[in-house]
């Protein structure tokens, strides 16, 4: 079976860190870009940030752009994202997802972009 599994979330105060992982399995994923993506309660589904499938390059949302990292293991199959400084807002079930393999360089953006999903994380920041 072909999955994406996420962990790493909990509660953290403001300010505190941590360390999602998303693990794939059934398959490998060393040839997709991969995207992190959250919704929060009441809100829609928002990119986070991405990374390509040689993790030469990521993007991220401005919100979380100089807090958050994305990164890779292909040997492990595992994509990270380390989030430092969180804030109470950052609190959102947290998704990764894989975007396939469009060229060297590209990193998902958009749900649209990516056509295979986790079932997410939960994270809450309390102030």
């Known amino acids: 079976q072909v999955q994406l599994v996420e962990s790493g979330g909990g509660l953290v105060q403001a300010g505190g860190s941590l360390r999602l992982s998303c693990a794939a399995s059934g398959r490998t994923f060393s040839r997709d870009a991969m995207g992190w993506f959250r919704q929060a309660p009441g809100k829609e589904r928002e990119f986070v940030a991405g990374i390509s499938w040689s993790g030469a390059i990521t993007y991220y949302a401005d919100s979380v752009k100089g807090r958050f990292t994305i990164s890779r293991d292909s040997a492990k199959n595992t994509v990270y994202l380390q989030m430092h400084s969180l804030k109470p807002e950052d609190t959102a079930v947290y998704y990764c997802?894989?975007?396939?393999?469009?060229?060297?360089?590209?990193?998902?953006?958009?749900?649209?972009?990516?056509?295979?999903w986790g079932q997410g994380t939960q994270v809450t920041v309390s102030s």
């Open positions: 997802a894989a975007a396939g393999s469009v060229s060297a360089s590209y990193t998902p953006r958009y749900l649209a972009d990516c056509g295979f």
